[in-house]
């Protein structure tokens, strides 16, 4: 599993900096749907809505966010699904500040490892764009991989009530990358992007999840991500020059790269994103 | 083919380094995957490792490696 150095190497860069790019309302930080809708703001909130759905949330449920961000979907919830209370999980120290400070009584947020955490049935639990994170390249390599993803779902089931959902939204791994070009891309994200990371596929989180959860609903997007990495670099760079004096010409080079690579691997299907329902067993 | 050669050798240290193997396990037959464990990962490593060791960038192309005889075929390529 990624560790918390990994996670802060990429979300503490500065709470403001990710302003910058990601959607006002909501700060969300994974890909956004795009169905009939045209700016950012309307796609994020679509994948909330969706997200959402797929976890069946209702109003007065009591929620759990593994790997909340900064909280955007846990506020949805609040104020869109009158949720009586939605409770965070996240290894970085800036979301964890930034989710705090709102000081809202029906938000919690733990600064804490979903394998750490002990708590309360929850009537639904939802994680969007953390799985990307719990194993690393090594485990992977050790074929520990199954196992890693198998104690993220039985900590889920363990963590919800009778017949709860989960609404799970990942990046998966289609194909392996086939030419120089995509090789550098790949490259690029595991080792300056996304460290001690390795992402999942589909068949891995089927295997994963077995005995424990039915997959009711699987949606797999690839373009959506892109237009979604598009519009994030479009927006860094109508702040390039802010960006440039507050954080330094490396750091905003850093992004335009990632983003840019990341794009090309979803734009030709080495990378696809993947929306879950699934349902506990009992 | 003394260029050659060397190329080779040059190529199978890279590989005998990067999967932390001895550089007799890599001969020119051993499959990356299948005999030597390399992940998928590892052959980007490969591949990368490759243009540092050469001191050149690599023309972007499709690249189908299973052996280390194609990685060797594919630096030659490059190369030549």
């Given at each position: 599993?990624?560790n918390?150095?990994?996670?802060?190497?990429?979300?503490?860069?500065?709470n403001?900096?990710?302003?910058?790019?990601l959607?006002q309302?909501?700060?969300?930080?994974?890909?956004?749907v795009w169905?009939n809708?045209?700016?950012?703001?309307e796609?994020?909130?679509?994948?909330?809505?969706?997200i959402?759905?797929?976890?069946h949330?209702?109003?007065?449920?009591h929620?759990?966010?593994i790997?909340c961000?900064?909280?955007?979907?846990?506020?949805?919830c609040l104020?869109?699904r009158s949720?009586?209370?939605?409770?965070g999980?996240?290894?970085?120290?800036a979301?964890?500040?930034?989710?705090?400070?709102?000081?809202?009584?029906?938000?919690?947020v733990?600064?804490?490892?979903?394998?750490d955490f002990?708590?309360?049935?929850?009537?639904a639990?939802?994680?969007?764009?953390?799985m990307?994170?719990?194993?690393?390249l090594?485990?992977?390599?050790?074929n520990?991989?199954?196992?890693i993803?198998?104690?993220?779902?039985?900590?889920?089931?363990?963590l919800s009530?009778?017949?709860?959902?989960?609404?799970?939204?990942?990046?998966?791994?289609?194909?392996k990358?086939?030419?120089?070009?995509?090789?550098?891309?790949?490259?690029?994200?595991?080792n300056?992007?996304?460290?001690?990371s390795a992402?999942p596929?589909?068949?891995?989180?089927?295997i994963?999840?077995?005995?424990m959860?039915?997959l009711?609903?699987l949606?797999?997007?690839?373009?959506?991500?892109?237009?979604?990495?598009?519009?994030?670099?479009?927006?860094?760079?109508?702040n390039?020059?802010?960006?440039i004096?507050c954080?330094?010409?490396?750091?905003?080079?850093?992004?335009?790269?990632y983003f840019s690579?990341?794009?090309?691997?979803?734009a030709?299907?080495?990378?696809?994103l993947?929306q879950?329902?699934?349902?506990?067993?009992? | 083919?003394?260029?050659?050669?060397?190329?080779?050798?040059?190529?199978?240290?890279?590989?005998?380094y990067?999967?932390?193997?001895?550089?007799?396990?890599?001969t020119?037959?051993a499959?990356?995957?299948?005999?030597?464990?390399?992940?998928?990962?590892?052959t980007v490593?490969i591949?990368m490792?490759?243009?540092?060791e050469f001191?050149r960038?690599?023309?972007?192309d499709?690249?189908n490696?299973?052996t280390?005889?194609?990685?060797?075929d594919?630096?030659?390529c490059?190369?030549?």
């Amino acid at each position: 599993m990624a560790n918390q150095q990994d996670i802060q190497f990429h979300y503490d860069v500065d709470n403001d900096f990710f302003k910058l790019f990601l959607d006002q309302k909501y700060k969300v930080y994974s890909c956004a749907v795009w169905d009939n809708v045209t700016t950012l703001e309307e796609a994020q909130f679509n994948k909330l809505k969706r997200i959402a759905d797929f976890a069946h949330i209702k109003p007065g449920q009591h929620i759990l966010d593994i790997g909340c961000g900064w909280g955007g979907m846990l506020e949805y919830c609040l104020k869109e699904r009158s949720v009586k209370s939605a409770c965070g999980l996240t290894l970085s120290d800036a979301q964890y500040q930034a989710i705090y400070k709102k000081c809202h009584p029906h938000l919690t947020v733990h600064l804490q490892s979903w394998r750490d955490f002990k708590s309360a049935s929850f009537d639904a639990i939802i994680s969007i764009g953390a799985m990307e994170h719990f194993v690393t390249l090594q485990d992977r390599k050790l074929n520990k991989h199954i196992d890693i993803y198998r104690d993220f779902f039985r900590k889920c089931f363990e963590l919800s009530k009778e017949q709860a959902y989960l609404g799970l939204q990942t990046i998966i791994a289609l194909k392996k990358p086939d030419s120089l070009s995509s090789l550098k891309d790949v490259h690029y994200l595991l080792n300056h992007v996304f460290p001690g990371s390795a992402l999942p596929e589909m068949q891995d989180l089927r295997i994963a999840a077995e005995n424990m959860y039915e997959l009711i609903e699987l949606r797999t997007l690839k373009l959506d991500y892109a237009q979604t990495l598009i519009e994030w670099r479009k927006r860094l760079n109508q702040n390039k020059e802010y960006v440039i004096d507050c954080y330094g010409k490396e750091l905003w080079k850093h992004y335009n790269k990632y983003f840019s690579a990341a794009e090309r691997s979803f734009a030709h299907g080495y990378t696809a994103l993947a929306q879950m329902s699934f349902k506990k067993t009992i | 083919m003394n260029i050659n050669m060397n190329i080779e050798e040059r190529v199978k240290n890279v590989i005998a380094y990067q999967l932390n193997l001895s550089k007799n396990e890599v001969t020119n037959s051993a499959l990356l995957t299948q005999e030597l464990g390399a992940d998928s990962l590892d052959t980007v490593e490969i591949i990368m490792a490759m243009e540092e060791e050469f001191g050149r960038e690599f023309i972007d192309d499709q690249i189908n490696i299973s052996t280390v005889q194609d990685v060797i075929d594919y630096v030659n390529c490059q190369i030549n």
